[in-house]
């Protein structure tokens, strides 16, 4: 099993491009969810899907957009990237539990916006 | 929402135990969880415990939670090198997603 997956593992995008990353699980899990991680802040849950063809906001959603056409895959778009996108971008996944939340996570992105 | 806090930065001699910190605010988290990170590398779950309980050991881990105060402690005994990473304590909250804390650096000086 490789877990989960992240592509690419480092990007530099000039303001106003856009790009898609990507998250794939191979464990069948239900939920997956995309984080920003920025020094001093801990994992901030930018959007999550409780399962395929679903998504939901997190907590800072603005700016991007996901997609869940497949049960294994989670994209996550910067649309118009802006110097504020600067992070390191973690994707997880879990399965649907009633109570806890285990969640596996990739090796994340490097995404910087100049 | 919940507010999840930890301080910053921890540094210990090797084979001294360390012991990592957290408040919490949401007192309705049914779990309350460790994860650490490697440089480099994503969050992997260390350990957690379940809201009705106070203590849990697992190896050279030992987790304590004071419900009361919403204090939440990890104590890693025999601390070593590759113990240096950054941990981080959550908590699930009532939509059952995690909120993180900040990370706690842990250094551990030979």
């Known amino acids: 099993n490789a877990g989960v997956t992240q592509t690419p593992k480092f990007r530099v995008l000039k303001t106003g491009q856009s790009m898609t990353l990507l998250c794939a699980q191979d464990m069948n899990h239900e939920y997956m969810y995309w984080y920003r991680q920025d020094p001093g802040m801990g994992l901030r849950l930018i959007h999550y899907s409780v399962g395929e063809g679903t998504t939901a906001k997190g907590e800072v959603p603005d700016g991007y957009n996901v997609s869940r056409l497949k049960k294994q895959n989670f994209l996550l778009g910067l649309e118009s990237a802006a110097p504020s996108q600067t992070s390191v971008y973690f994707c997880a996944s879990s399965l649907r539990v009633p109570t806890g939340n285990e969640q596996f996570f990739g090796p994340g992105t490097r995404l910087t916006v100049l | ?110």
């Open chain 2, 1 to 110: 929402g919940e507010d999840v806090e930890q301080s910053l930065f921890l540094s210990v001699r090797e084979g001294d135990s360390s012991v990592i910190n957290c408040t919490y605010t949401d007192s309705s988290s049914t779990y309350l969880y460790w994860y650490k990170q490697e440089p480099g590398a994503g969050l992997q779950l260390l350990t957690y415990i379940f809201s009705n309980m106070d203590m849990k050991q697992d190896q050279r881990l030992t987790v304590l939670l004071n419900k009361k105060d919403k204090h939440l402690s990890l104590r890693i005994a025999d601390t070593q090198t590759g113990d240096s990473a950054i941990y981080f304590c959550a908590g699930n909250n009532a939509g059952n997603m995690l909120t993180f804390g900040g990370g706690t650096r842990l250094m551990v000086k030979p």
